[in-house]
Nanobody, 115 residues
Framework: QKQLVESGGGLVQPGGSLSVSCEAS????????IGWFRQAPGKERVGISC????????HYADSVKGRFTISRDDAKNTVYLQMNRLKPEDTAVYYC????????WGRGTQVTVSS
């Protein structure tokens, strides 16, 4: 079965750090660009970061620039999002998306930033 599975979400205090992962199974990420999206309660899903196939080209939304870092490890078929200096407004369900020959979405992982 071809799928993406996010993991690593949880509860963290403001100012803290968290890393979420997105692992592909049933297909190789070698041919896919990867994006991280998030959806806060009552709001639309928005893109926050993406990484190109080469792993060198990255992009960040202004809301996370300088705090979040996206990376990929094609040997592990996994993409990561390192989140630092987290804020309450970062609370959301985080989804990964792989686009290329096909288009895949994970089911999301909850990140809650609260004291």
């Amino acid at each position: 079965q071809k799928q993406l599975v996010e993991s690593g979400g949880g509860l963290v205090q403001p100012g803290g750090s968290l890393s979420v992962s997105c692992e592909a199974s049933g297909f190789s990420l070698d041919y896919y660009a990867i994006g991280w999206f998030r959806q806060a309660p009552g709001k639309e899903r928005v893109g926050i970061s993406c990484v190109a196939i080469d792993g060198e080209s990255t992009h960040y939304a202004d809301s996370v620039k300088g705090r979040f870092t996206i990376s990929r490890d094609d040997a592990k078929n996994t993409v990561y999002l390192q989140m630092n200096r987290l804020k309450p407004e970062d609370t959301a369900v985080y989804y990964c998306n792989a686009w290329g020959p096909s288009d895949y979405w994970g089911r999301g992982t909850q990140v809650t930033v609260s004291s």
